[in-house]
């Protein structure tokens, strides 16, 4: 697969905006009087983010969002004017978009990263632009918080409430997806078969294990490649008896970037109801 452009969406939030150059305690206790200044109107906002070679390159669709007592009702201010009182502070927020080569972190916990293709440090600068063009600058940095891999004694912990027995797991770290691919087998609670990658859980009964011998004799085939699972660098093989057909094991291929692993599980067929 050839990298294509993704959107990396940033929010910067809890900007506060004023007209005055002094401290935020100051305007806050100062007491409330008719303003000796005319207000001032943010015409535009623009957004860069520094590129390692320490170029800075213009972001995509730069938007104010004021704030709002409502989480759900952030009003975009992008194609109008945020006014700003001399005696007043405005909170607000700016959205913007980063271009860049690569593929999608395929995680929600990598997702709320930077792209790994951006400087590990993200350095942002965002110009605000008056009606009387005039421009002020605020740079921030964003890095990214640590995400925990998931291991064999973390998938026990998250899935204590649905596992009985684990049977078997995989795992590898993606160095393509900052993050780390796994499988495992395990009998639940209610004594089903569960395959499960972190991103598809299945589940399979007694009653699968018979639709699927039936097919399989029907077919004479020993093993089938079977789309259990969402992850596409992990394949699983169905393996059946070459005698009497009888579903018995599932062989796991596990391929990142720097890895690739094969083991074939047998299944406890008398846990499974």
């Known amino acids: 697969m050839h990298d294509s452009n993704v959107c990396n969406f940033v929010t910067l939030t809890n900007l506060v905006l004023s007209k005055k150059s002094i401290a935020l305690s100051e305007i806050l206790n100062q007491k409330r009087s008719t303003p000796v200044e005319k207000p001032v109107s943010i015409v535009r906002v623009n957004v860069q983010y520094q590129r390692q070679d320490g170029k800075w390159i213009d972001c995509l669709n730069a938007k104010i969002t004021k704030a709002s007592t409502q989480s759900d009702n952030k009003p975009k201010l992008g194609s109008t004017i945020l006014n700003a009182d001399p005696d007043r502070v405005v909170a607000a927020s700016v959205e913007t978009t980063i271009l860049v080569k690569g593929k999608p972190n395929r995680t929600d916990a990598t997702r709320t990263c930077a792209h790994r293709s951006l400087p590990l440090t993200l350095k942002l600068r965002i110009i605000f632009v008056d009606n009387l063009t005039k421009t002020c600058s605020l740079i921030v940095e964003q890095i990214n918080e640590p995400f925990d891999s998931i291991m064999k004694e973390a998938l026990r912990d998250k899935r ?108 406890p067929l008398n846990e499974i109801k």
Do not use: P
Request: proline share 0%; glycine share 2%; aromatic share 12%.
């Open 160 to 267: 204590k409430d649905s596992m009985k027995r684990l049977i078997a797991f995989m795992s590898a770290d993606d160095c393509e997806y900052d993050g780390r691919t796994f499988t495992a087998i395990y009998i639940s609670n209610n004594d089903l078969l569960l395959i499960d990658d972190g991103m598809k859980n299945i589940y399979i009964e007694k009653s699968h294990i018979h639709t699927m011998k039936w097919k399989a004799k029907k077919n004479k085939i020993t093993e089938e490649s079977t789309n259990y699972v969402g992850d596409s660098q992990i394949q699983l093989f169905s393996m059946f008896d070459a005698e009497t057909y009888l579903f018995y094991a599932v062989r796991i291929e596990l391929a990142t970037i720097i890895l690739q692993t094969i083991e074939t599980v047998l299944l």
